[in-house]
């Protein structure tokens, strides 16, 4: 839709859902998605790249909109306005964290849709001078990569993963997400026979980045074995704070197993 902006609708009642879509609709916004967990929110988001996300607070998912939306901004640059029914001190105090764009409290009206979103997408374009480009991750780029991409919680669970993960774990997507990294992804020191540290829970206790090059061999949940190198670092928000374990997997060529059996 070029020259439309585009919202994502983030929102597990369906009422109010449709009601979002008919109101940014019938004012020249373009809808790109209506999902209703916040871990479906972090793949669509990835998946449709939206000028703004509408997210409620309070989802169904295992990920609440809250920290959906902390990621979606700090990892894809895309403002978030929340909504919500609740607006007390708590929520506040967790909502900040994710730097929303705005708050808007329900029951609410198509104006007050509408001016928040103007505001927020303002403001938006204005705060995008002072980024710093070199650390924005290109999400075009990553979803069509031939390389596997994973990035986890600070807990070790699975909040994205581009296709080419998803086929080299052979696992849909919904099947992996918000999973332990550790129960999908098994890997065996290929010398020792001995299964390799979750690299994801290394990176975070130790909060540094993790190599592992040689030997390292992937166990799919279908049994099946690939070489391969990866790297896992610490993702990080605005803040310096650890937010997530990014982890970049690449399957090694004929010739490079080869030549690391003859090391």
């Given at each position: 839709m070029p020259g439309v902006i585009t919202i994502l609708i983030v929102e597990d009642d369906e009422i109010i859902s449709n009601l979002i879509s008919v109101i940014l609709e019938k004012k020249g916004y373009g809808v790109v998605g209506k999902v209703v967990t916040g871990e479906e929110a972090i793949m669509k988001a990835a998946e449709v790249l939206p000028d703004l996300v509408l997210m409620d607070i309070n989802l169904a998912g295992v990920l609440d909109g809250i920290t959906a939306a902390r990621y979606i901004y700090a990892i894809f640059r895309i403002p978030v306005i929340f909504l919500t029914g609740q607006c007390d001190d708590t929520i506040l105090s967790r909502a900040k964290v994710?730097?929303?764009?705005?708050?808007?409290?329900?029951?609410?009206?198509?104006?007050?849709?509408?001016?928040?979103?103007?505001?927020?997408?303002?403001?938006?374009?204005?705060?995008?001078?002072?980024?710093?480009?070199?650390?924005?991750?290109?999400?075009?780029?990553?979803?069509?990569?031939?390389?596997?991409?994973?990035?986890?919680?600070?807990?070790?669970?699975?909040?994205?993963?581009?296709?080419?993960?998803?086929?080299?774990?052979?696992?849909?997507?919904?099947?992996?997400?918000?999973?332990?990294?550790?129960?999908?992804?098994?890997?065996?020191?290929?010398?020792?026979?001995?299964?390799?540290?979750?690299?994801?829970l290394d990176v975070i206790r130790d909060k540094i980045v993790v190599n592992y090059e040689l030997n390292t061999v992937l166990v799919s949940l279908s049994n099946k074995k690939r070489f391969v190198s990866l790297t896992a670092r610490p993702v990080k928000d605005d803040k310096n704070e650890m937010i997530g374990v990014s982890i970049h997997i690449r399957e090694k060529t004929p010739t490079e197993i080869k030549m690391a059996e003859k090391i």
């Open positions: 994710a730097e929303p764009y705005g708050f808007i409290i329900k029951p609410f009206n198509a104006n007050e849709i509408v001016s928040n979103i103007e505001i927020a997408l303002y403001n938006h374009n204005m705060r995008k001078r002072f980024y710093d480009k070199a650390s924005l991750w290109d999400i075009k780029k990553i979803m069509a990569a031939l390389d596997p991409v994973i990035i986890t919680d600070v807990r070790g669970r699975i909040i994205f993963l581009n296709p080419y993960a998803c086929r080299l774990l052979d696992i849909p997507e919904k099947e992996a997400l918000v999973k332990p990294l550790k129960n999908i992804m098994i890997l065996v020191n290929k010398q020792t026979g001995e299964r390799i540290n979750d690299p994801a």
